[in-house]
Structure formats: C-alpha cells, structure tokens
C-alpha cells in the first residue's frame, strides 16, 4: 500500500476516500481486476457519500422539521385522488426548488398537511439543501419583537433565510397576523420571490388569508408573495387522524 497516496487523501480532507483506498488496496486480486477510472470511482464515491451524509445531519439538526416524516409514508388513495397524486409527484421531483416556486398545502385541521410538510422538508434536507420550518402563531410574534427590538439580529435573520433553500412556514393564518406581523412576512416574501422557495401549510386558501390580514394593501402585498408563483395540493374531505393513514401528525 501506497504511504503517501493515503497521506495525500488525508491531508486533502478526504479520510473516507483514504479508507477505501486502503480497502482497495489490501485486495490484490480485485486490484488486479479493476482499472484505474474504477478504482478512483471507488475512492471519490467513498468521500463524497460521506460528505452528503454529514451535510444531511448538520441541515437535518438546524431545520427544525417538527416530526420525523418521510415521503414513504404518505398514502395515496381514492379519497386524496389523482389531483392530490399529481401535486405530490411535482413536489417530490424537487424541481420547483430550482424555480424559487412556492408550495401551497390547503386542508382542513387534521388532514394531513404538517405531517406532508414535514415529509417534503425532510425530502430536501436528505438532498443537502438549507431547510428552516417554522409554526406561523409562533414565528411571526417573535419575529416582529425581533425586529422591533433589535434591528440587527433580524437584518442577521433575513440574511440567513435569503440563503435558505426551503422555508416551511405551517399553520399560516390559523391565527390573522398583527400589522407588526405582516411586514416581517412581507419582508421575508419579499426576499425571498422568486428566488428561493417557501412552503406554506394553511386551512384557508390566500383569498381568506387576505381578509384575515384585513383586506389591506400589506395583506395583499404578503399573499401575492406567498401565492403568486406557487402551486397547490389540497387536501380533501376532511381530517385523516381517525383512519390515520399516516404516522400521527399534529395537522
């Protein structure tokens, strides 16, 4: 085995790759077997497997992603149809990422939509991209103290989400936002349209949200944010808890 092939991997970062070069190494029949191109191949899958898989726990451990969901588990069945099927074909591709498309996930309480959320969030935190989920009756209240408090620390935050791939924002609306409220939507939508992609969870469609927000200038500055370069899954009839055709969800 080569001394200074296994030191030069290592001191190029690259200790994955170090290891199945020594593994290769120490067989010398598949060595024998093997052509150069394939025994590189070998080393830099090694090194770049590890890589992703560390980058998937450090997006994992800051996303925030409320429940462990995962695409797998989602059903489709006569209830959700083909519209539901189709929506989450389009989701799951990832491909709308790329676009800075948003995601709208429309359903009643119970239906499905944090548990989806959560599965999609996690979909692109595995793929290695920047994810942040937040609960809107919590985020928007403390944002808009944070902004109001210390200007800094939230000029800071909308830096951070600017470079976010995924921003799940669940429960929009559950709660009609404060004025304080809407600008920091406005601000973060504002930044982010067009660019990067937001996820929003809501029981109510943007037309509501609208008239929660109170039929205002501002009101209609953040849905057009949130909704004008989105699609949509709705979730029909009704709440799913009882069937549970998913691991339990809060919504």
């Known amino acids: 085995m080569s001394t200074q092939v296994t030191e030069l991997l290592r001191s190029l970062g690259m200790p994955q790759g170090a290891a199945a070069y020594s593994n290769l190494d120490g067989d010398a ?28 726990a450090t997006v994992l ?87 109001n408090e210390s200007p800094e620390a939230y000029v800071r935050l909308r830096r951070r989400l ?7 924002i669940d429960d929009f609306s559950l709660v009609p936002p404060s004025e304080d409220e809407m600008r920091v939507f406005y601000d973060i939508a504002n930044d982010r349209s067009g660019i990067k992609s937001t996820l929003v969870t809501s029981q109510k469609d943007p037309r509501r949200w ?21 699609f949509t899954i709705e979730l029909r009839n009704g709440s799913r808890r009882a069937a549970a055709p998913e691991p339990p969800g809060k919504d």
């Open 61 to 147: 451990k800051r996303a925030g992603i409320p429940m462990p969901a995962d695409l797998s588990a989602v059903s489709y069945d006569e209830e959700r149809g083909p519209d539901f099927a189709r929506g989450m074909a389009r989701a799951r591709s990832l491909s709308w990422l790329d676009l800075g498309q948003n995601l709208i996930l429309l359903g009643c309480s119970g239906a499905g939509k944090s548990f989806l959320a959560s599965a999609i969030a996690r979909a692109v935190a595995m793929a290695g991209r920047e994810v942040l989920f937040v609960n809107a009756p919590d985020f928007g209240p403390s944002t808009a103290r944070l902004r």
């Open 162 to 168: 600017q470079r976010t791939t995924l921003l799940a």
């Open 210 to 230: 609208v008239e929660d927000m109170g039929i205002s200038a501002l009101g209609e500055a953040v849905a057009g944010r949130l909704s004008g370069n989105a």
């Open 29 to 56: 029949n598949l060595m024998s077997s093997i052509s150069l191109d394939d025994a590189l191949i070998t080393i830099l899958t090694a090194e770049s497997d590890a890589r992703l898989s560390r980058r998937q």
